[in-house]
Structure formats: C-alpha cells, structure tokens
C-alpha cells in the first residue's frame, strides 16, 4: 500500500528502496512547466494504465511538473470529503491563460467536488502580495475553499478586501506551524499531501524555483498534524535540467525568471534531494489509511 511510485519524467529521482518506476521521458517536453489541458486528460489517462490498484507516495520529478498533482488528486475517488494540504512556496493558484501550468493548477482542484478545503502551506513568495494580487485567482478564496498560510509576506491588500480569513500571515515558520497544527486538531480530515521542495530553506535542497524558509522538523510537525490519515500524496521539486525544443516554453520560462541549474553542482544537489525524500517518506510512513484509487 506504501510503495512510492516514481513518474520518471526527468531522472531525477534517487533509488528510492521498494519503489515503482513508471518511464515517462518521452512526456517531459509536452508536460514539463505546461501544457494544455487536452494534453493533461490524455496524461490522466495513462495514469490509469500505469498507477497499480494501490500504491504509495508519487515521485513528479523537478517542480516544472506539480500540475501533475490534479489528475493524481482527481482519481482519488472518496466517499467522504477530504482536504488538500500543499507544502509550497507559491500558490499555484495563479491566472494562466494557455491551459494548466505548474503554478496554476489549484484552481482547478478547489473546484473537486470531493474536495472539502485546499490548505497551500508555507508561502514565502511574493506571489501573494500586492504587486501580484491580480494574477491569483481569488474566487476560491473568497469561496472559502482555499486558504494561504504565509510567511513574512505583506497580505494586508487581502484584508482590505475580507478576505482575511484565506490569506493567513506568520512572522516565521514556527508560529505557522503552531498555527496549522492547532487548525488540523480542530477541523480534522483525511488528507492528501502535496510536497513542492521549494518550500524549504536552500540551505535543506536546491531545487528549479526561488525558496521558502521551512526546515525539515517543521516539515515533520505540518504532516504529523494529518493524524487523521492520508488518502494521497506526491513529492516534487528536484532538481533537474532541461532545454524546452519549442521556443515558446522558453520563452515562458524566462518570463517567470526561472533559475539555471548549475550543472557543475547538480550531482550533489540531487544526493542531497534524496536523503529530504527518504526524510519525508518516513514522516508519512504511518498515516495511510486508504491508498487505493
């Protein structure tokens, strides 16, 4: 039921022990940062031709594919509503006109019906201040389907607005997870989780995106608070280089000011990528309560 499935997209997953390895290159220049939505049902498909009846914790690759989670999310089938918890640097809840990008795609699973609440935990970037508040997709905030638990980011516009309750502030990552902690033991549901690696501190793993501040132990204490089980999860943000062949991508890619891998560097970033998923693995090792599909 625990076996982690890798969607090897980019090898950049590490031997993970007992795992299943799905090979998906031949999808990474269609998939990697966007793609239209025709293209991710057609993905969804090949999920399930390829996912086992149940399985474990699912390996994306680089953060470039964290669209991926949507169809993982949709296929989890409940009787009972569950919520979404995404550790995450960003949002992902941002406008993209050209079909699902991999900052984009929350939108779309706010409106799961299954879905009872999407929790995007541990937002450092500046994509939820003021600068940028119109490029979020605010209905499902003001829905009361998502939820932002920031830290040291100015959300003040979002008060401003009532939206106060959906836009939650920290000085650091302690007192949010204080925070969160306290909430889960209050309004307790099955979870799936959603691990962007953006979300911890540069000093814990390099990854394809600006950083959050979170540590490893605060990491710990966010999943130990889902004692009410996981239905779910995956883990993106390795690091991983790649050239898009359609000039378009690129360009897209350097709008968003994505950082170049440092080639000289990338071994080493991806052996200290691997000892953070062994980490996070353990951490949810005893909280799966129904891994089937």
């Known amino acids: 039921m625990n076996q982690p499935v890798v969607l090897d997209l980019d090898h950049s997953v590490g031997p993970l022990p007992h795992r299943l390895v799905v090979p998906l290159e031949h999808w990474q220049e269609s998939l990697r940062f966007c793609c239209s939505a025709a293209t991710l049902r057609k993905f969804a498909r090949v999920l399930d031709d390829v996912l086992p009846l149940q399985y474990g914790t699912v390996f994306l690759g680089s953060g470039d594919f964290h669209h991926l989670s949507l169809p993982l999310i949709a296929r989890k089938a409940s009787t009972q509503p569950f919520q979404v918890v995404v550790l995450d640097n960003h949002p992902d809840n941002m406008r993209f006109p050209f079909g699902v990008h991999c900052g984009s795609w929350v939108r779309s699973v706010t409106a799961l019906a299954q879905i009872a609440h999407v929790h ?4 450092c970037s500046q994509d939820v201040g003021l600068r940028h508040a119109w490029e979020n997709y605010l209905a499902p905030l003001c829905q009361g389907r998502l939820t932002y638990w920031c830290i040291g980011v100015d959300v003040r516009w ?3 607005l009532g939206m106060a309750s959906a836009f939650r502030t920290f000085a650091d990552a302690d007192t949010l997870t204080d925070a969160f902690i306290d909430h889960q033991r209050r309004f307790a549901r099955p ?5 962007d ?3 911890f501190s540069i000093d814990v793993a390099h990854t394809n995106w600006d950083q959050g501040v979170l540590q490893p132990k605060h990491a710990r204490s966010l999943i130990g608070a889902l004692d009410a089980g ?3 999860s995956d883990i993106t943000g390795e690091v991983s280089s790649y050239r898009y062949r359609r000039r ?3 360009i897209l890619a350097a709008i968003d000011a994505q950082p170049p891998v440092d ?3 990338l071994s080493a970033w991806q052996a200290r990528q691997f000892e953070l998923d062994l980490e996070l693995l353990d951490a949810m090792a005893d909280l799966y309560t129904n891994a089937s599909t």
């Open 120 to 123: 995007v935990v541990g937002i």
């Open 158 to 160: 979002a008060h401003r």
């Open 191 to 195: 979870a799936y989780l959603s691990i």
């Open 197 to 199: 690696k953006d979300v």
């Open 230 to 232: 996981l239905i779910g």
């Open 248 to 250: 378009w991508k690129r």
């Open 263 to 265: 080639e000289c560097a």
